[in-house]
């Protein structure tokens, strides 16, 4: 057994948790990871196991056992979730899954795990492992591409020194992989923060006769854009059109998610219009980009206090009224004149209408709500169920906390909304039709108008607390009471 290998499994296993890698550097292990084969249960039960285990050879056995019983790609994304943690389980995990039948190799792990090994002060160890995966390719454009696995997995650990040796010999290598070599080249060198080398390096895939891509532009873009010098990321993408390439929704994208970076809100809304102008419909990265810049809507959402607004006139009205971000409203409004984003998260059909919060922030979760039921108070007809789907917390910041769901609750709650949680989904609310129409028909305000109102001294300060109180409840008690209704009179579960 190889000492790295050794002094990895000789400590128990609850206390190698370290500091997770930069998650932008590991993208490519993001991928592995979500797209493997292996779910999230046999992980995390793999993990349980591991951190049970009190000898190096009863975590060698529960290794070895997963990766004996798991397919080559179930393996590497298992391997790819230890990389992204810091684990130094991913060692012995990785020397397992090389020795497995049938192998094929994986540069990527192999140069996350050289990296592992050097920050954790193995670079003996680190350095036999690269010499050793070199000795193993086949061709110098497979090399060449190594390299650049090499040079961004030493600098997501910050181990910027290696990675600049690592591009030293790649550029001593003869570049024969064609335009992947460039791009790959590319793509390390902005991940190391090198946006002038990446630009260079671009000119040169130009002038060796490889047509660039919008991609390779957007990496570039982005690299300037991350460092501030906004006004080189704009020359970058003016510089598509020299080149022949339409100006499409990913570059859009890069620029407005630079523009967000630095909350430049007019930047942002002079983009969008000019989005509009190009026929490029937002996304919901876009959506989420610009919303999550918006400083006064990230504090209605947080915050969730009795004067949220409850409607998207509300929303644009009380922003026009917070002095501190004047373009903050106009932004907002100019998002909101868009459909695409709602278009793409309701599915409409004769049973069904589903509004599906997947990936959205909670904050942009809270405009689109106010959006959607602008929509939804505009259709004539409604099919025979209503339902929004939110998680139950699978991919929030801390996995099982499910702050969408709560988030959708209270904002329906507060508008008097017949949804609720589904007996059989947790993640889904759902109401009838008959029910949902009855609701829209209706008309109803945030707490401000009713705070106005009220001449009593604490009514201001009580009402509301009392409000939430007995919605909170309902919203708690009212999947029991329309069970044991509909048990009584009917005999089916509610919802069904």
């Known amino acids: 057994m190889p000492p790295a290998v050794a002094a990895s499994l000789s400590t128990p296993a609850a206390r190698w948790r370290g500091r997770r890698v930069n998650t932008i550097a590991v993208a490519s292990l993001r991928r592995a990871a979500s797209g493997g084969g292996s779910s999230w249960r046999s992980e995390r039960r793999l993990m349980s196991e591991l951190e049970r285990t009190v000898t190096p050879g009863a975590a060698e056995r529960v290794i070895r056992s997963y990766v004996g019983s798991k397919s080559e790609r ?5 391997l790819s979730r230890l990389l992204m943690d810091s684990d130094p389980l991913a060692v012995p995990f990785y020397e397992a899954v090389t020795q497995a039948r049938g192998f094929k190799g994986s540069s990527i792990h192999a140069a996350a795990v050289a990296a592992l090994l050097e920050s954790n002060g193995s670079a003996e160890e680190s350095r036999a492992l690269v010499s050793d995966s070199i000795s193993r390719l086949d061709s110098t454009s497979e090399v060449a591409l190594f390299y650049c696995d090499l040079m961004a997995a030493f600098s997501s650990r910050g181990l910027r020194d290696r990675a600049m040796d690592f591009y030293s010999q790649l550029r001593a290598t003869p570049l024969s992989g064609g ?10 060198l902005c991940l190391m923060g090198l946006a002038g080398e990446a630009e260079a390096a671009l000119g040169e895939m130009v002038s060796q006769g490889y047509q660039p891509e919008a991609f390779q532009f957007g990496l570039v873009a982005k690299c300037y854009g991350k460092a501030g010098s906004l006004a080189e990321m704009e020359r970058v993408i003016a510089s598509m059109s020299d080149a022949g390439i339409r100006l499409g929704t990913g570059a859009a994208n890069i620029v407005l998610s630079c523009y967000t970076s630095c909350r430049d809100h007019s930047r942002m809304l002079a983009w969008l219009k000019k989005m509009r102008r190009l026929r ?35 929303l644009v009205k009380k922003l026009r009224s917070a002095p501190p971000w004047p373009a903050e ?12 984003v709602l278009d793409k998260a309701m599915n409409w059909s004769e049973s069904e209408v589903k509004l599906n919060l997947h990936g959205f922030s909670t904050i942009a979760a809270y405009v689109l709500m106010l959006q959607w039921v602008d929509a939804m108070k505009a259709r004539s007809a409604l ?10 917390g699978k991919h929030s910041d801390t996995r099982g906390e499910p702050k969408v769901r709560e988030l959708a609750q209270e904002v329906l709650g ?4 017949p949804l609720r949680l589904s007996m059989r989904n947790k993640g ?14 209706t008309d109803w305000s945030s707490a401000e108008a009713e705070e106005r109102t009220d001449q009593s001294p604490d009514g201001g300060k009580q ?8 919605r909170k409840l309902g919203q708690v008690l009212s999947p029991f009471l329309h069970f044991s209704k509909g048990e009584k009179h009917s005999g089916t579960p509610p919802f069904m």
């Open 74 to 78: 179930a393996a590497l994304a298992a």
């Open 179 to 188: 335009a992947r070599t460039y791009t790959a080249m590319i793509k390390s």
């Open 280 to 314: 490029i419909a937002p996304t919901t990265k876009a959506y989420n980009f610009v919303l999550n810049s918006c400083p006064t809507v990230a504090a209605m959402a947080q915050e969730l206090g009795p004067l949220l607004p409850l409607s998207t006139a509300e």
């Open 329 to 340: 409203a106009e932004l907002v409004q100019e998002l909101l004149t868009s459909s695409s």
């Open 383 to 392: 099919p025979l169920e209503v339902s929004v789907v939110c998680g139950i």
């Open 414 to 417: 507060r508008m008097g909304s």
């Open 428 to 441: 889904r609310l759902v109401a009838k039709r008959d029910r949902v129409k009855q609701w829209l028909a």
């Open 463 to 470: 009402q509301p607390f009392v409000l939430t109180l007995v």
